[in-house]
């Protein structure tokens, strides 16, 4: 079984910045990759920003220059730094994590942690 917990959600103000943090537990953990996704009310859960074991990362067109990802692999930790934060921001905001298990990656993902950008 795997178990994600993460933190740092809140409310900022337009222009603030946040930092979240995922932690990734299990037994023979082997993980591809790492992200945040988020899901704003009425809307789709869209990709926020994803990492690989190999660090290579992606990111939403809408966060590109303000959001960056990181990891811990010892740790089996991912960070998500969100800064210049806009309303637009809002949103449930959840961790993914990408385990590797005989070949097949199979998705988990964390409760969600909400982050309110507002003045």
């Known amino acids: 079984q795997v178990q994600l917990v993460e933190s740092g959600g809140g409310s900022v103000q337009p222009g603030g910045s946040l930092r979240l943090s995922c932690a990734a537990s299990g037994s023979s953990l082997i993980i591809f990759a790492m992200g945040w996704y988020r899901q704003a009310p009425g809307k789709q859960r869209e990709l926020v920003a994803r990492i690989t074991s190999g660090d290579t990362t992606n990111y939403a067109n809408s966060v590109k220059g303000r959001f960056t990802i990181s990891r811990d692999n010892a740790k089996n930790m991912v960070y998500l730094q969100m800064d210049s934060l806009k309303p637009e921001d809002t949103a449930v905001y959840y961790c993914?994590?990408?385990?590797?298990?005989?070949?097949?990656?199979?998705?988990?993902w964390g409760q969600g942690t909400q982050v309110t950008v507002s003045s």
């Open positions: 993914n994590v990408e385990i590797d298990r005989t070949s097949i990656l199979y998705d988990y």
